[in-house]
Every structure is written in C-alpha cells, then in structure tokens.
C-alpha cells in the first residue's frame, strides 16, 4: 500500500503532457505544398490528427474554413471539424467540446482578435483549450489574428507609421495561452516594430514577437521555439532598464534603453527559459 501511495502521483504526472504552440504570421501558402501548414499537421498528428478549426475572428468565416478543410483534408488528416463560433453560447455547446476532446489541434483563422477573444474567453471551450493545451498535449495554432489573440497582452490597433509613442498601439488582454508574451503578425509586411516598442514602454516584463508572413513559430511551452517558414520571427527583450512612458504625454516620443532584438530566420530557435537565441545546431533535430 506505501508503494502505491509513493509512485501514485509519479504515474500522475507522466500521464499529464504539455501541449505546443504553432502561430503563424498571416499569409501562409494554403497548399499541401505549404511547409507551414503541412509542419503543424505534422505536430498534430500527421494523418492521426484531428483539428478542430475556429472561424470565430473573422465576421464570415464559412469561406475560410472551408479553405482550411480543403486544405487539411489533402494533406490527410484523420479528421476536421469547423465551428464558427458564432456568439459566446456557441462555446458551450456539447457537441463542440466533445470534437476538443478528441481533437489533437485547434486552429484559429484569421480576421480580429478582438473578436475572438470576445467569443471564446471565459467559456467552456477556451478554459477547456487551455486545461488540455497544459495537460493533455494539444496543439493551439493560429495565424494573423488568430495567433495575435494566443498571447497574454495582444496588440489590437496602432498605425504602421508609428514613432515610439503610446498612441501608436492600442493593446487588449488575450486569451493567455502563452503567458508574458505579445504576438504580432504580418510584422515586416506592415511595419510594426513601432508597435511593439511602443507596447515596452507600459509592459516591460514582455517578451515581443513578430512574425513575418507565411512563416511560423512552434513553441514548446516555458522551454523553447523553433522557426518555420520563408520569413524571419523577431524577438523584442521588452526588459528595457529605462522608460519615460511615466512622465510624458501619450503623443509623446517615448526614450528606451537596452531593448534586445533578434532576428530568427526558418530553422533558428529560442530558449524562453535563458532568453536567449538558439542556432539550428542547439536545437533537437525532430523539433520535439
């Protein structure tokens, strides 16, 4: 009966297995030739895997998900499974969450975050997402707007032309997936560096990620990521040792001192734990 007692919880927590995070910065190849989709079904389970994709960002998600399932299907997934999470009672529905349950992945579309975080957060499907994402090694994906929502502090609004000011970037509380994190998608494309700097100033225990378009980072929770895609992924060490943020106006140019920035090309990779930049001979060759 001790022995029991002792390796109880040991077999506990073996059985508990941390999910991943595969976001992407808008603009994927929609193809089975596409190396971003094709690596997060891959993650998923390759033709084991069952997704559960959410059109809940955009305003008219039939078309896109549709897209997606064309996609999904070519490259031979078990199974897919579209909810356009339509209003906030669509997250409680039965049925939707019985489909989580068996899902190996759930893919965000694009479209705003906003609305997406207004949909899902607090309900029975998104605490579910996260207890299984933590426990039960799912996959979350998402691009453009579905993955700028994954983060902890998302960005919402803000001009491509900004110059280092609090108004150049309107921020929102995410769902939290990735803790201490904010994602920006389609970063190089639009020219939003601005507004990741700006988010420093307000939010200096952040960690800032750009992700350039049809490019990807696979994130293995509080341990590291790898980039996949044609682009680059920027990281921003918001841990800045100075900031006026406090003192100034918001239209005001903001100072910063010592923001690190690191510029991660496909196969490169980040350890979250030492923040520190990862060359693709440190990295696990399968990515696991």
Known sequence: MTATRATTPRRAAARRRAGRLVLIGGGEERSPDGRVLRHLVDVAGGRRARIV?????????????????RVFTRLHV?????????????????ALLGHLEHATAVFFTGGD???????????????????????A????????????AVSATMVIDGPSDGTVRRTDVELAPGLGYWRDTVVDTHFNQRGRVSRLLATFASNPQLLGIGLDEDTAVDVELGRRFRVVGCGAALVFDGRVSHTNAAEVARESVLA???TRVHVLPDGYGFDLRRKRPLQPRQLPRTGG
């Open 53 to 69: 994709v959410c059109g809940g960002a955009s305003g008219e998600p039939e078309e896109t998900m549709q897209e997606y399932r």
């Open 78 to 94: 078990a199974e897919v499974a579209l909810e356009p999470l339509g209003d906030r009672t669509a997250g409680e529905a039965p």
């Open 113 to 135: 975050q906003l609305r997406l975080v207004s949909l899902l957060g607090g309900t029975a499907f998104g605490e579910r997402i996260q207890e299984r994402l933590q426990t």
């Open 137 to 148: 090694g799912l996959v979350v994906a998402g691009t453009s707007a579905g993955a700028a």
């Open 256 to 258: 910063l001192f010592d």
